[in-house]
């Protein structure tokens, strides 16, 4: 091979190379920040919707008509 096709293919390899970089669109961490592939604005999304602000809201209200009910029930005689 003479010298000019060894660059010809070495040029070659590299620019396959670089190609196949910029495709595949993995994540890269730089600056301390995680950058996202370039895919994330075709990805689609999951929605999770906001839940109640105390985890246990119906153990609370149950608990809170316990004690409603106790209080109430401190004024009859049986």
């Given amino acids: 091979m003479s010298g000019s096709k060894k ?5 070659l390899a590299g620019c ?3 190609a196949c970089l910029g495709m595949t669109g ?3 961490y730089t ?3 995680t950058l996202p592939s370039p895919d994330y604005l075709s ?3 999951q ?3 906001a839940g109640p602000e105390m985890k246990l809201a ?3 209200a149950a608990m809170q008509v316990q004690k409603q009910e106790m209080a109430a029930g401190q004024g009859r005689t049986y």
Wanted: a neutral charge; one cysteine or more; hydrophobic letters at 35%.
């Fill in 47 to 49: 929605y999770f919707p």
């Fill in 7 to 11: 660059r010809r293919g070495s040029l």
């Fill in 31 to 33: 600056g301390g920040q």
């Fill in 16 to 18: 396959l190379l670089l």
């Fill in 58 to 60: 119906r153990e609370a």
């Fill in 43 to 45: 990805d689609d999304v």
């Fill in 26 to 28: 993995c994540q890269v």
